[in-house]
């Protein structure tokens, strides 16, 4: 249907903004507001950002995917498909991009990324496409070279994408040895099998147990059986699956793993998981018997803590003996659960009917003894008195307490410390650590209503100060604690802290405070910088190195360096900056007349980092330090040449930094150089090329194969030239081997006579 003008556009501006409410705002931003003038006028003022919705699909690993239902494909390609939108965005936001890109779904997109981030590709990026379950994408990645990790896999396995565990499990791209190149042998199974057990995906579970159970059919050919034979006599964890896997270890690699299962698909709430794997007579009935009594306990309680009532009701008829019923009252107020107040009420009956029970065995025992009742303390504690001890013991410290209460992140966190008050718990003893426990996890609501009825200075306390330091500085919890304690309860110590535990936002926000709470009176002549004494020069250095290498914004550094007089780091700025961070750096230090250069081992530094587009900007402005000086071959770097694999599958590097990421540099660079060069430098370029191919000899096969494409057409007649050489060389060099006399060889008719 072709699209309306505006002659024959009937629909009200009023209209248009009812429609627009009624969808994705991506959609009215693409589609809707770019249907004709009128739409765009109704629109004007709204709808004028693309917002990239993304997730995070595993609670405990720092990687997010893109919702791919909303995601603007076409309208990232377009925009992200230049270099222009890159240069002012420093290396984490753009590495969180290629991320997103990698887990859409959408190719395009990722082939945007890919050309234009300047980013190195580490674990985390194929990880997202894993946890995306997007195999398109992570094949993409595997033919770039990108480095792999077991975490992909288990991300893979979390969220039930079953097919890019078979993928590589199966090996069906046998030359790039992925099963290697994710570090995934037999023994690893277990791992994969703990994440899908977190994340409920009993499908994922079956695949794996089925690797478990004996093949049906013996290997038909002769290669098979020879393959699984010398997996078997090597004990190679990363033997093939096609017929000749061992199924008993990976048998027994489950059942080894079944305690760790159970709990994860305890703590995550999985109950039909659970259910599964604790059936009496299921595949794991022998691996639970052989539970040791703590193990039992520990399974209870995370049951009790993180269940709903219905499961543990059901559990706690056969394990009650395990664990004690005030006990379990206290877990049930650790846990997250919703129903909380019920599973208290619920044990706290069965506490009070089996208090009663031995009381009255007592008596009756001592009436038989001609004695009286009970006597003593204990005697006469009821149930609530008996929790009110459990739960102390819990909250003895703050670290102790942020351990073992992960409700402490749930909005109705007080109600449940209203609920042990109720019990008898004092006020006032367990509200330092609890405040604390709260600032350091981030919860500023319920720290809130926590000051709200508890002040720690009218108690004679002071912990506000330490709170932060303890693992903490979250911005909420900040500006609570500048609400209530003014902005000088921080200072230069608590800004340098925050940089140095990687709490980016709160760096900020704790600079931008200190620089409003301190400029008023205390500028110089010219009015720009703080004056000496407020902050040693040094601490503002170290808040900026700080800064700069965690990929903080221009406008941070600039602050940093013109308010608070922090020296610019620009290695540092290189790290995790962008272009324009660095152009900034470079222009500054140019107008002071100080060094603007950096060393090759320094470059190197950066591209091993992953920020390949600072490292090129670097180059390309000659601030290569000694002057006029090229980059060195990787292989003269110690810092990648040194690398030398340990063993058969310790290969040549894997990991968030890496000389794989140095070699992407070289090759951008030399490829680029390599087109423009005359065919008289041919020699020497094919020499420089032998000499990295074979730095990467114990590489993984997949970045190997990578390489080898990388190698420019012009040069592949003279690589094989100077090969050819290098193998005669070799052959000249090599001494003659002696010759062996030949033994005589003893027939049987010789040995009869």
Same mark, same amino acid.
């Given at each position: 249907m072709p699209l309306k003008t505006d002659d024959d556009f009937k629909l009200s501006p009023e209209l248009i903004e009812d429609i627009a409410g009624r969808l994705h705002r991506n959609e009215v931003v693409t589609n809707l507001k770019l249907l004709n003038s009128k739409a765009a006028a109704a629109l004007r003022g709204s709808y004028s950002t693309i917002r990239l919705e993304h997730r995070k699909p595993v609670p405990y690993r720092n990687v997010y995917i893109a919702c791919a239902e909303t995601w603007p494909g076409d309208a990232f390609a377009r925009h992200w498909g230049r270099p222009e939108p890159w240069r002012s965005l420093p290396f984490p936001r753009r590495l969180r991009l290629l991320c997103l890109a990698a887990s859409s779904h959408h190719p395009p997109s990722l082939g945007a990324a890919l050309t234009h981030s300047g980013v190195g590709l580490a674990p985390a990026v194929i990880e997202a496409a894993a946890a995306a379950g997007d195999l398109d994408a992570f094949l993409r990645l595997v033919s770039e070279g990108c480095d792999c990790a077991m975490a992909a896999l288990e991300a893979a396995a979390h969220c039930g994408q079953l097919h890019v565990l078979q993928w590589v499990w199966e090996e069906l791209e046998p030359g790039l040895q992925l099963r290697q190149a994710f570090d995934c042998g037999t023994d690893e199974l277990g791992h994969l099998?703990?994440?899908?057990?977190?994340?409920?995906?009993?499908?994922?579970?079956?695949?794996? $147990?089925?690797?478990?159970?004996?093949?049906?059919?013996?290997?038909?050919?002769?290669?098979?059986?020879?393959?699984?034979?010398?997996?078997?006599?090597t004990g190679s964890k990363h033997s093939s699956n096609r017929g000749g896997l061992d199924h008993v270890r990976v048998r027994e690699r489950?059942?080894?793993?079944?305690?760790?299962?159970?709990?994860?698909?305890? +703590?995550?709430?999985?109950?039909?998981l659970l259910d599964r794997l604790l059936q009496p007579d299921g595949r794991y009935a022998d691996a639970f018997e052989g539970l040791a009594n703590y193990m039992v306990k520990e399974l209870f309680l995370h049951i009790g803590s993180f269940c709903p009532l219905a499961t543990l009701q059901r559990y706690h008829a056969t394990w009650a003996p395990h664990v004690s019923e005030e006990e379990m009252v206290v877990v049930a107020l650790q846990g997250t659960t919703a129903d909380w107040r019920e599973k208290c009420d619920c044990m706290l009956e069965k506490l009070a009917a089996a208090l009663e029970e031995e009381r009255a065995a007592a008596e009756a025992m001592g009436q038989q003894a001609g004695?009286?009742?009970?006597?003593?303390? $204990?005697?006469?504690?009821?149930?609530?008195?008996?929790?009110?001890?459990?739960?102390?013991?819990?909250?003895?410290?703050?670290?102790?307490?942020? $351990?073992?209460?992960?409700?402490?992140?749930?909005?109705?966190?007080?109600?449940?410390?209203?609920?042990?008050?109720?019990?008898?718990?004092?006020?006032? $003893?367990?509200?330092?650590? +609890?405040?604390?426990?709260?600032?350091?996890?981030?919860?500023a609501v319920t720290l809130r209503q926590l000051l709200d009825m508890w002040n720690p200075a009218a108690a004679g306390r002071r912990e506000h100060s330490e709170w932060q330091r303890k693992y903490g500085y979250h911005v909420p919890v900040l500006e609570l604690l500048v609400e209530r304690f003014g902005a000088g309860v921080f200072g230069l110590e608590d800004i340098i802290a925050a940089g140095e535990s990687y709490r980016m936002p709160?760096?900020?926000?704790?600079?931008?405070?200190? +620089?409003?709470?301190?400029?008023?009176?205390?500028?110089?002549?010219?009015?720009?910088?703080?004056?000496?004494?407020?902050?040693?020069a040094r601490g503002w250095g170290k808040a900026l190195s700080c800064a700069a290498e965690q990929g903080a914004d221009l406008s941070l550094l600039r602050l940093l360096h013109e308010r608070c007089g922090a020296a610019i780091d620009l290695a540092a700025v290189a790290t995790g900056g962008s272009e324009d961070s660095i152009q900034w750096a470079v222009g500054t230090l140019r107008a002071a007349r100080r060094d603007a250069s950096l060393t090759a081992d320094q470059v190197w530094r950066i591209a091993e980092f992953g920020n390949l587009a600072a490292a090129a900007w670097v180059l390309d402005h000659g601030l290569l330090s000694p002057r006029g000086r090229a980059l060195p071959h990787p292989a003269d770097c110690p810092c990648i040449s040194a690398f030398k694999p340990a063993g058969d599958y310790e290969c040549w590097t894997i990991g968030d930094r890496g000389p794989v990421n140095c070699i992407r540099l070289w090759v951008a660079r030399r490829a680029m150089a390599a087109a423009a060069a005359p065919a008289g430098s041919r020699a020497h370029q094919a020499k420089e090329w032998v000499r990295l191919e074979a730095l990467v000899a114990n590489g993984m096969p997949h970045q190997k194969a990578w390489l080898r494409r990388q190698r420019p057409q012009e040069l592949q007649q003279a690589v094989a030239a100077y090969e050819e050489e290098e193998e005669k060389e070799k052959k000249k060099k090599k001494p003659a081997q002696p010759q062996q006399p030949q033994a005589k060889v003893k027939t049987r008719s010789s040995r009869r006579r």
């Open positions: 099998a703990m994440s899908a057990c977190a994340g409920g995906q009993g499908h994922v579970l079956t695949w794996l $147990e089925s690797l478990a159970d004996p093949p049906t059919q013996p290997p038909t050919t002769a290669a098979a059986a020879a393959g699984a034979a010398g997996a078997a006599a489950l059942e080894s793993s079944f305690f760790a299962m159970a709990n994860q698909a305890a +703590v995550h709430g999985r109950t039909g004695g009286g009742v009970l006597e003593g303390p $204990e005697a006469q504690e009821g149930p609530a008195a008996l929790v009110v001890r459990v739960a102390r013991s819990y909250m003895r410290g703050w670290g102790q307490f942020a $351990e073992h209460w992960p409700s402490k992140n749930v909005p109705d966190f007080m109600e449940r410390m209203r609920y042990l008050t109720a019990l008898g718990l004092p006020s006032g $003893e367990w509200e330092p650590q +609890v405040a604390t426990a709260l600032a350091a996890t981030g919860n709160a760096l900020q926000y704790l600079v931008n405070t200190w +620089v409003q709470a301190h400029a008023a009176g205390q500028q110089d002549s010219s009015g720009s910088k703080i004056a000496a004494g407020s902050g040693g």
